[in-house]
Each structure stands twice: as C-alpha cells, then as structure tokens.
C-alpha cells in the first residue's frame, strides 16, 4: 500500500473539484464546494513537529494566559 501525504490527498482533491461540471451544480451543491473549499484552503501540508508544540503549550501555558491555537498557528 503506497503511503498517502496530506499533500497529495489536498491536490487530489483540487482535482476532482475541477472536474466538476459546473452546468449540473445546484445552490446546495455551490455551499457544499464553498465550504469544501473553505476547508481545503484551511489545511496544512507542512510537516508538524508535535515535539515543538508541546515545548510551546509546555513553556506557555503556565503563565495566567493560557495557551490557544493561534498561539500554536504559524503566521506567514
């Protein structure tokens, strides 16, 4: 069995979304792909370094902030 990245799984995706003809696409259907879309635009296909982020909850989440997600989310 080949071993599937998050990459791979996001541009098989943006694929089959781009076959979809757009003459049959119903206003459900359109919210369905927005959404879908949404959430593709969303993932992160870069490696994730589980060690890193705990030494970031570890370090941070002690003080009388705790730690959130955004706190975590790279900003580029």
Same mark, same amino acid.
């Given at each position: 069995?080949?071993? +599937?990245?998050? !990459? =791979?799984?996001?541009?098989? *995706?943006? &694929?089959?979304? @781009? ?11 359109? +919210?369905?792909? !927005? =959404?879908?879309?949404?959430? *593709?635009? &969303?993932?992160? @296909? ?31």
């Amino acid at each position: 069995m080949e071993i +599937k990245t998050i !990459a =791979d799984l996001k541009t098989k *995706l943006i &694929n089959a979304i @781009d076959e979809i003809d757009t003459s049959k696409v119903t206003l459900c259907d359109l +919210k369905i792909l !927005a =959404d879908t879309i949404s959430v *593709l635009a &969303n993932i992160n @296909d870069k490696p994730f370094d589980f060690m890193e982020a705990y030494s970031k909850i570890s370090t941070m989440g002690f003080g009388a902030k705790q730690t959130t997600l955004s706190d975590l989310k790279e900003v580029e």
